[in-house]
């Protein structure tokens, strides 16, 4: 894992969305570094920011849940959103589960 690491965060820093995506996908669930959700969510905004679906997602998530920084349900559905347009199916779906409970934006059942 470590190996893989090293190379996917050589990409990363190079500016490679889907390796920013991955190396926050490391860092938020302890794959082959330190568990650290606030650098996992540094990864997830960099790429997020260059229209990573997935990233934007997990950015989404983060933010649903305060993992690695502090819990703004309004800013997750922003984040969604930006998924969903791209065809994200997660994303759609807590898109739809955020309207129908009311998570960040106005109820809308």
Do not use: C, I, P
Not at 35 to 63: C, I, M, P, S
Not at 93 to 98: D, H, I, P, V
């Amino acid at each position: 894992e470590r190996r893989a690491v090293a190379w996917t965060r050589k990409a990363a820093n190079q500016g490679h969305a889907e390796a920013q995506s991955n190396l926050g996908t490391a860092y938020m669930y302890g794959l082959g570094v330190a568990k650290d959700e606030r650098r996992a969510v540094e990864w997830y905004t960099k790429a997020a920011k260059q229209g990573h679906a997935k990233a934007q997602y997990n950015l989404g998530f983060a933010y649903m849940y305060g993992q690695g920084l502090a819990k703004d349900e309004r800013r997750a559905v922003e984040w969604y959103t930006k998924a969903a347009k791209q065809g994200h199916a997660k994303a759609q779906y807590n898109l739809g589960f955020a309207y129908m409970y009311g998570q960040g934006l106005a109820k809308d059942e």
